[in-house]
């Protein structure tokens, strides 16, 4: 099994800038997960799906995040327009129906 | 929501040393996760344990659900063993996304 994939791996943008980040989850999990991970805060959920249905959205910041899951192999997460606080690194994680979650190698986002 | 504690924050440690990480938690769980995020900032499950004890390789973890902790063993610790281990367990009853304790910064020395 590949794991949980994410894309792109960096991103380095200017403030403003719209950023997309990919999350493809483990084929045959039905939920699936952002976090994100700052010095700061540490790792703190952003959002998460079940069977392609946001369920929890309490963790996202503000209007200027988005996400999006439109079939079972696939979403994103978008800022528009990103700040330079926004800059962290950014998990996809994914399960099935037992309770481990598996986590995608991270995006870390530079906003300048 | 349910609250993590991790102890110690730091800990240094001479190649071949054991040590003993601590995670409390403030209610009852169903799920709990122990993960190793390496320096290169992945993520590395090491153990599903919401209740009893698991062991892989120099690794073991125990988790006493009755009195809210999970413990987390590294025996003949190893270079590679550095990075920063959490503990993990579900934001509140019924939620099933994780909340993390702010972690334990292993470095263990040649």
């Known amino acids: 099994d590949a794991g949980v994939i994410q894309s792109p791996r960096h991103e380095v943008t200017e403030m403003g800038q719209e950023v997309t980040l990919r999350c493809k989850p483990i084929?045959?999990?039905?939920?699936l997960f952002w976090y994100r991970q700052t010095m700061m805060r540490g790792l703190e959920l952003l959002i998460y799906f079940n069977n392609n249905v946001p369920i929890d959205d309490s963790g996202m910041p503000e209007d200027r995040f988005s996400a999006k899951m439109p079939n079972a192999s696939f979403s994103t997460l978008k800022i528009q327009p990103s700040e330079p606080r926004d800059s962290a690194v950014y998990f996809c994680?994914?399960?099935?129906?037992?309770?481990?979650?598996?986590f995608g190698a991270g995006t870390r986002l530079s906003v300048l | 929501g349910i609250q993590v504690e991790q102890s110690p924050p730091d800990l240094i440690l001479q190649e071949g040393a054991n040590s003993t990480l601590r995670c409390n938690f403030s209610d009852s769980v169903n799920n709990l996760q122990w993960f190793h995020q390496n320096p290169w900032g992945q993520l590395i499950n090491l153990f599903y344990?919401?209740?009893g004890t698991k062991q892989n390789g120099r690794l073991s973890a125990t988790t006493v659900a009755t009195e809210r902790y999970s413990l987390l063993y590294i025996s003949s610790s190893q270079t590679t063993d550095s990075g920063v281990y959490f503990c993990?367990?579900?934001?509140?009853?019924?939620?099933?996304?994780?909340?993390f304790g702010s972690g334990t910064r292993l470095q263990v020395q040649p």
């Open positions: 084929s045959g999990h039905n939920s």
């Open positions: 344990i919401p209740s």
């Open positions: 994680a994914s399960r099935r129906n037992k309770n481990i979650q598996y």
């Open positions: 993990a367990v579900p934001m509140d009853t019924g939620r099933r996304a994780l909340t």
